[in-house]
């Protein structure tokens, strides 16, 4: 993304840009499912690192159709996140509270008194969140997660806690825009279990959030276990290692570092120098999960 782009540490593009070796490599790089990102000369994905001390603002993200209308054709913004590391009696602001109308929510956004509309999820580490575009939302300190969303920054605030920016002044709030995309039916969300849906000899792999843009699966490996893939040109894959050290064709991966790995790759391997555990990202065909529930 233009606000930060990641440079590769090692091997041939070892010092370039992501948006430079995706401009060489195209789909070899980020595969058939992903044809509109190399349209639109965007990586698919965004992962980022949030080190969360303080309350970040109450806000919504677009879905792609508001988005391309409204935000000179940019994306919309449906993300995750993964709890890294959270204090005692860290949470989160996930949806709202109770049933209400967009203008009973105007109304307690321009007098202030957000507050009881907005609904509280403790959160420990290990807990995953899906936030569909559309989600109120808020992190409220005390944690570090990691964040998997679309590869775009829009965002609408509607709170921001009496902060000031820069200049001293308070950051701008997008309220109208916030109230035309906020899901009113998000109410009350649980944070949900992982769904393990293949175990083996030294793995387990559990589904975490499945969307339209990604899918993100949590592998855990015992140590000495070799996990076998392919990447065969429909995505590419991005690996994280959050707990322990693993290997993957060569590269080492210790704890809190992500590979790319492209999506003409073939086949690799990850091997769990250690016990480990393991975050998996890659992107759905263009038209995924019509027939699902």
């Known amino acids: 993304h233009e606000d930060g782009t990641t440079r590769a540490d090692n091997g041939p593009y070892a010092g370039r840009?992501?948006?430079?070796?995706?401009?060489?490599?195209?789909?070899?790089?980020?595969?058939?499912?992903?044809?509109?990102?190399?349209?639109?000369?965007?990586?698919?994905?965004?992962?980022?690192?949030?080190?969360?001390?303080?309350p970040l603002s109450v806000q919504v993200h677009p879905g792609d159709d508001y988005a391309r209308a409204h935000e000179g054709d940019e994306l919309g913004k449906t993300e995750m996140w993964y709890v890294l590391h959270a204090e005692p009696g860290a949470e989160l602001?996930?949806?709202?509270?109770?049933?209400?109308?967009r203008e009973e929510l105007r109304r307690a956004i321009t007098e202030s008194r957000l507050e009881p509309y907005l609904h509280h999820v403790a959160i420990r580490a290990g807990d995953h969140i899906c936030v569909p575009a559309g989600t109120l939302h808020a992190i409220l300190g005390g944690s570090i997660m990691v964040e998997i969303q679309q590869n775009s920054n829009t965002?609408?605030?509607?709170?921001?806690?009496?902060?000031?920016?820069?200049?001293?002044?308070?950051?701008?709030?997008?309220?109208?825009?916030a109230?035309?995309?906020?899901?009113?039916?998000?109410?009350?969300?649980?944070?949900?279990?992982?769904?393990?849906?293949?175990?083996?000899?030294?793995?387990?792999r559990a589904v975490l959030c499945r969307n339209d843009y990604f899918m993100a699966e949590r592998i855990e490996l015992a140590a000495g276990s070799v996990l076998r893939g392919?990447?065969?040109?429909?995505?590419?894959?991005?690996?994280?290692?959050?707990?322990?050290?693993?290997?993957?064709?060569?590269?080492?991966?210790p704890a809190v570092r992500f590979a790319l790995l492209p999506a003409a790759l073939?086949?690799?391997?990850?091997r769990a120098l250690s016990r480990a555990t393991l975050l998996r990202t890659y992107t759905p065909p263009p038209r995924p999960w019509l027939n699902e529930q």
């Not at 965002?155 to 825009?177: C, Q």
């Not at 109230?179 to 387990?204: K, S, Y």
Request: charged share 30%; aromatic share 6%.
């Open 230 to 253: 392919t990447c065969d040109g429909d995505t590419c894959e991005i690996w994280g290692t959050i707990d322990g050290r693993v290997e993957i064709s060569g590269l080492d991966l």
């Open 179 to 204: 109230l035309d995309v906020v899901d009113l039916g998000v109410v009350q969300p649980r944070v949900e279990a992982a769904q393990v849906v293949e175990e083996g000899e030294g793995f387990r």
């Open 17 to 54: 840009l992501l948006t430079e070796v995706h401009a060489e490599l195209g789909l070899d790089l980020v595969g058939r499912n992903n044809a509109w990102a190399r349209e639109r000369q965007k990586f698919p994905l965004l992962i980022k690192l949030l080190d969360c001390k303080a």
């Open 266 to 270: 073939g086949d690799y391997a990850v």
């Open 155 to 177: 965002t609408y605030r509607v709170y921001d806690w009496g902060r000031v920016g820069k200049d001293g002044k308070p950051r701008p709030l997008h309220v109208e825009k």
């Open 93 to 101: 602001v996930l949806g709202l509270a109770k049933d209400t109308t």
